[in-house]
């Protein structure tokens, strides 16, 4: 039981860097593309999602964006976050894309540790 345990635990550590990660290259990504707000945030949510939807479905269990949690309302707020840092305040690219990074794994961290969920809607 014990490492079951581990292995989830450090399955979701990992899919929190790569979420943050793929969220903020995507994000980039859009930014260079002279992209507006919405459709960097939108484009950062789908790839910063996917690839732990792909996880999920090739380990046959719901993908997480279909349960209640927090995940892809991470990734798109985390998309125009930066979108908003890089064009509307000209902050640095790569010191903004590394503590956003960290910004939004210490959240997705704390949502896992806490069990933070949207709220139901049924």
């Known amino acids: 039981m014990k490492l079951y345990k581990l292995i989830t635990t450090s399955n979701l550590i990992f899919d929190s860097i790569g979420l943050a990660a793929f969220t903020l290259i995507a994000a980039n990504k859009s930014v260079s593309l002279e992209l507006n707000t919405v459709t960097t945030g939108i484009l950062a949510a789908v790839t910063g999602v996917g690839g732990g939807i792909i996880r999920d479905l090739l380990v046959t269990e719901t993908p997480i964006v279909l349960r209640e949690d927090i995940y892809a309302v ?15 305040f000209s902050f640095l690219k790569v010191p903004t894309m590394a503590i956003l990074f960290i910004i939004m794994l210490i959240i997705r961290l704390v949502i896992i540790k806490y069990k ?3 709220p139901n809607i049924n």
Do not use: D
């Open 74 to 88: 991470l990734a798109f707020g985390g998309g125009i976050l930066y979108h908003i840092c890089i064009v509307q």
């Open 116 to 118: 933070v969920n949207l």
